[in-house]
């Protein structure tokens, strides 16, 4: 009854996102820049251009724009997976589905007159990119009187929109937690326990860690870190190969961020298990609930510290920096890895083992999975 509830709570916020209102503009291609595409053969080790697209076996495609030819247009980029934007050979943005510069900005931006462009994707399918010079012309309405005021509507921000649909569901979520299960969720977000490093008798959570409401805990924390998660990938600029880090509107950023949230969710599931196996194998007691009690209350701690921070950055002080949200994953990173140390110090107050097989059960539970993460994040070899 008590989930049924709360899923009614979340539902609910969901459909009064959803109200959006659409303007029409027409657009006219002024030129298919695809006719200009080349690319560096490493065996000629020159620069040729795209004849067959269909024997094109690279990553990279390039092009040259003048953007002083074209006032008053915008360069149109598409993909279907992202898709990393060079100018003159610096990284400036990483397309999800498609993308818009004013080639006046870029004009003015850069002194060159002649800008070198090149679209990068690991597995680049090129016949689902394309880049276009297209001008855009508002539609115009018909006045009924003579001194009709024309209201220009705001230029509509997707990420915008979902980020602020995704805080309002976690809020939700949060607000619904405390409602129901305010003992527990207390439990959870105590500092003190999260930090001690010392062991305390928490029967409460700890005697089943599968139960109902614990559940419900841990599927919070999966949405609050896939949040976080698609909030980085976007406003760091950071290229990921999967497009499930970069929505295209409301409706598919909420359906990524589900998909994200319930991949973690089961990393969870298999992380309980992991620790359940390797505690029996080292025959270590009833380490192996302490253990994931511990683990998901650090790591609820550490990104709910970090969506704080990214709110009253992007929010508040209103830091659009990709450079700043980087070094926010990387603090992320180190805390993550600060999390081993505290977890070893805890289960090493709960009971006389050693040292030397306290050190080999982390290194099967934490520390291998923990750089098997940062292999697949920063190499990506998927």
């Given at each position: ?30 030129k ?12 000629s ?19 040259d ?14 993909s ?23 080639l ?20 680049l ?9 297209i ?19 705001r230029?509509?921000?997707l ?8 805080l ?13 299960f ?9 500092a003190?326990?999260a ?11 700890k ?27 976007n ?11 970069y ?30 196996n390797?505690s ?16 998901m ?8 510290i ?21 070094g926010?994953?990387?603090?992320i ?10 977890l ?12 030397l097989?306290?050190?080999?059960y ?5 520390v ?5 993460l ?8 998927f």
């Amino acid at each position: 009854m008590v989930v049924r509830k709360l899923l009614f709570v979340i539902i609910y916020c969901l459909i009064g996102l959803l109200t959006e209102n659409s303007f029409a503009a027409d657009t006219t291609v002024v030129k298919d820049l695809s006719h200009d595409w080349f690319f560096y053969d490493k065996s000629s080790k020159s620069y040729l251009p795209l004849v067959s697209r269909s024997l094109f076996k690279e990553n990279t495609v390039h092009f040259d724009i003048a953007p002083a030819q074209y006032s008053n247009s915008l360069l149109k980029i598409t993909s279907d997976k992202p898709l990393s934007v060079f100018i003159n050979n610096n990284i400036v943005d990483i397309v999800a589905i498609e993308a818009y510069y004013s080639l006046d900005s870029l004009s003015r931006a850069y002194k060159d007159p002649i800008l070198h462009i090149a679209l990068y994707n690991k597995n680049l399918n090129i016949f689902s990119i394309s880049a276009e010079v297209i001008r855009m012309m508002p539609s115009r309405p018909i006045p009924l009187v003579e001194n009709v005021i024309v209201i220009k509507p705001r230029g509509e921000n997707l990420f915008q929109n979902f980020m602020v649909g995704g805080l309002i569901v976690i809020a939700a979520f949060l607000a619904a937690l405390y409602n129901y299960f305010p003992r527990t969720l207390t439990d959870f977000f105590k500092a003190s326990k999260a930090l001690s490093l010392r062991e305390s008798d928490e029967n409460l959570i700890k005697s089943r860690p599968l139960n109902q409401v614990n559940l419900l805990f841990y599927l919070y924390l999966s949405f609050l870190i896939a949040l976080v998660l698609i909030f980085i990938s976007n406003a760091g600029n950071i290229h990921m190969e999967t497009s499930l880090f970069y929505p295209r509107s409301f409706l598919d950023g909420m359906w990524k961020w589900a998909k994200l949230s319930l991949i973690l969710f089961g990393w969870f599931i298999a992380k309980l298990l992991l620790v359940s196996n390797m505690s029996a194998l080292f025959r270590l007691g009833n380490f192996s609930v302490s253990h994931f009690i511990n683990y998901m209350r650090l790591t609820l701690f550490i990104f709910t510290i970090g969506l704080l921070i990214i709110i009253f950055s992007y929010y508040g002080f209103e830091i659009l920096s990709p450079a700043y949200y980087k070094g926010v994953l990387n603090v992320i990173f180190v805390f993550m890895g600060l999390r081993v140390l505290i977890l070893f110090f805890k289960l090493l107050s709960t009971a006389s083992y050693k040292i030397l097989h306290l050190f080999s059960y982390l290194c099967g539970t934490e520390v291998i999975p923990f750089v098997m993460l940062l292999y697949l994040g920063l190499n990506q070899p998927f």
